[in-house]
């Protein structure tokens, strides 16, 4: 049973990206889904779609690569692990490449961005960096 569930969406991201591939299938729940919605938002991913079974459902993830096959997605990382939560206020929440990237944040007002914890005032738990 995996105990990372975030981390392990991001490597099969990763993976895919390496790999070359359009699309890639994660299992899905709650935060997946924010994240990935977070992902589409910021023009990370081109499409994402939710496919239910009779399980717990999957994302399917499209890809977004430049005509020189250059993805979006230039680094993820995993900052909060299940078994050290990194949380940090309002002016701790992390600025990734200068704004060129995003943090993901998961507040009392739900999952968002860096950008957007700063104005909406809020800090919370800090899931991830992409750039």
């Given amino acids: 049973m995996l105990t990372d569930q975030i981390a392990d ?60 096959m250059r993805n979006a997605i230039q680094g993820l990382k995993r900052v909060s692990t299940p078994g050290r939560k990194k949380y940090s206020g309002v002016s701790g929440v992390p600025k990734v490449l200068s704004g060129m990237g995003i943090a993901i944040v998961s507040t009392s007002k739900g999952v968002m961005t860096d950008g957007d914890c700063r104005k909406m005032n809020v800090g919370g738990e800090v899931i991830g960096l992409i750039w």
């Fill in 9 to 68: 969406m991001f490597n099969r991201i990763r993976n895919a990206i390496q790999a070359r591939k359009r699309t890639v299938d994660v299992p899905a729940n709650k935060l997946k889904k924010e994240i990935t919605r977070i992902l589409f938002e910021n023009h990370f991913i081109s499409k994402y779609a939710f496919v239910t079974d009779d399980k717990q459902g999957t994302i399917k993830i499209l890809l977004k690569y430049d005509e020189n």
